[in-house]
């Protein structure tokens, strides 16, 4: 019999960096941390949510994603406790969708997540009346949209830094 596959993980943020590395190599293999891990750890840890309102931002059960969480705890002790890198790639995972405000008219639409050459936020227009003022909204929280250019994956944006 083989175990069904769990859901995905639903992650609002791509890692801002994916490799860490100790200040002396000891020729030890890395850790990988998952890229849903990494999201557990951060709305947990870093963010201090409860665990029910982590796994229902996720899109996942409770216990899964304690699991998830533990494993990622684990994963990222080993390496500081062994002096080992750190790698974040992989997964079970979706991106959320981006969600924006329009200022103008109130309009209220979703974008796909960005991707490297893909439109950030500052540069996308309301759908309905051509504005560029509008605010990102996370969990019904309203945030500025950042304007100018950046390089992808550094900076503010409406993308949560890409």
């Not at 840890?45 to 998830?68: H, K, N, W, Y």
């Amino acid at each position: 019999m083989v175990p069904r596959q769990r859901c995905c993980g639903l992650v609002d943020e791509e890692p801002l960096c994916r490799k860490f590395t100790p200040d002396r190599e000891n020729g030890q293999k890395p850790v990988v941390v998952q890229i849903e891990e990494l999201e557990a750890i951060r709305l947990k840890d870093v963010r201090g949510f409860e665990q029910a309102v982590c796994a229902s931002v996720m899109g996942l059960s409770r216990p899964t994603f304690q699991r998830i969480l533990q494993s990622a705890r684990i994963k990222v002790a080993m390496a500081l406790v062994e002096g080992r890198a750190i790698i974040i790639e992989g997964g079970n995972y979706i991106m959320k969708n981006r969600v924006f405000e329009c200022a103008e008219c109130k309009h209220v639409w979703e974008e796909a997540p960005c991707t490297e050459g893909g439109k950030h936020g500052y540069e996308i227009a309301c759908p309905q009346c051509g504005s560029m003022k509008k605010m990102k909204l996370e969990n019904g929280v309203k945030h500025a949209c950042g304007g100018g250019q950046h390089q992808h994956g550094h900076g503010g944006g409406c993308c949560g830094g890409h």
